[in-house]
């Protein structure tokens, strides 16, 4: 069956287009699944081939579903049209507009835009989907292992920081809050109206400033602009604040790039160099460690515990 035929079954499935003549075409981006926009009378969807075994890089479709439908009656990403958890997949309202880059999201507004929804997200309350930071790092090292890929030899300094990162922070806040975890630029949709936050397949309960913390590093914000979204989150900039952001950038590093081992382990993309991002993003992540201010971070962080 054709990647198109596959999308024309998905469609079909959802209730009340069992009859439906789908117009269907490719979207660009994604490098786990593959998404469609798909015309159904005079009305415009996405709908998701999912890639196979995502489990493994910590996707709970379950989560992705709670998720999408919070984040979507908040207003802050698309409307769904449909669930078919069957085939692991939602069908979304088309929302248009362009995915976000860093200059964009520093534009007047769109930074406290964004940092708003972020907070909105963070309030709505729980899920039954967990993402706890510091166990996922160790699950993508044990599952690329169990399929023939070990993890490089710089998992293993990076996980004794990770170890001094998880002790400096409070227990009860790490895994406290709905998080997206997944706030790339792309990810970011700018209409002319507004902009959308989309792709929840990663949401689940973790510390809140690991979303900060993983928008500044995706988006390589300078001291500047993340002083500009903490204000913007919290209503000033504390040491502590700026401490944790710090920390958990490290952490969103070493998840990219364990997740990239992962799927050097599993995917069957040909087009993607997932060694050389693996190897991008882990290097940060030690650089990172290696900063002189480290230990400094990790005491202001003890220090008011």
Known sequence: MTELAAVADIVRRVPGWHDAEPVIAPLEGGITNRNFRVEIDGATFVVRLPG???????????????????????????PIRAELPGIGTLVTEFVGGTPATTEALLAPGALEN???????????????????????????????????????????ELHEAAAMIEAAFDPQLLEATL??????PANVLA??????????EYAGMNH????????????????????????????????????????????SEMREGMWAVVQQAISTLTHVDFGDYAATRLEHCRQLCADARFAMWLEEIRRDA
């Open 208 to 251: 809140a400033v690991f979303d900060l913390a993983n928008l500044s590093v995706n988006c390589d914000f300078d001291t500047a602009a993340e002083r500009r979204l903490l204000e913007a989150y919290d209503g000033d900039v504390s040491t502590r604040r700026l401490a944790e952001l710090a920390l958990m950038k490290v952490m």
């Open 191 to 200: 209409t002319p109206e507004r902009l959308w936050i989309i792709d929840y």
């Open 52 to 78: 196979e075994r995502t489990d493994l890089l910590g996707i709970d479709r379950a989560g992705e579903a709670a998720a999408s439908s919070i984040a979507a009656d908040l207003g802050i990403g698309p």
């Open 114 to 156: 964004v940092a708003g929804m972020i907070r909105r997200l963070h309030a709505s309350g729980p899920i039954a989907t967990s993402f706890p930071i510091f166990r996922v790092v160790e699950s993508h090292a044990r599952d690329a292992a169990a399929n023939g890929v070990d993890p490089p030899e710089v998992y293993a």
């Open 179 to 184: 998080c997206h975890n997944d706030l790339l």
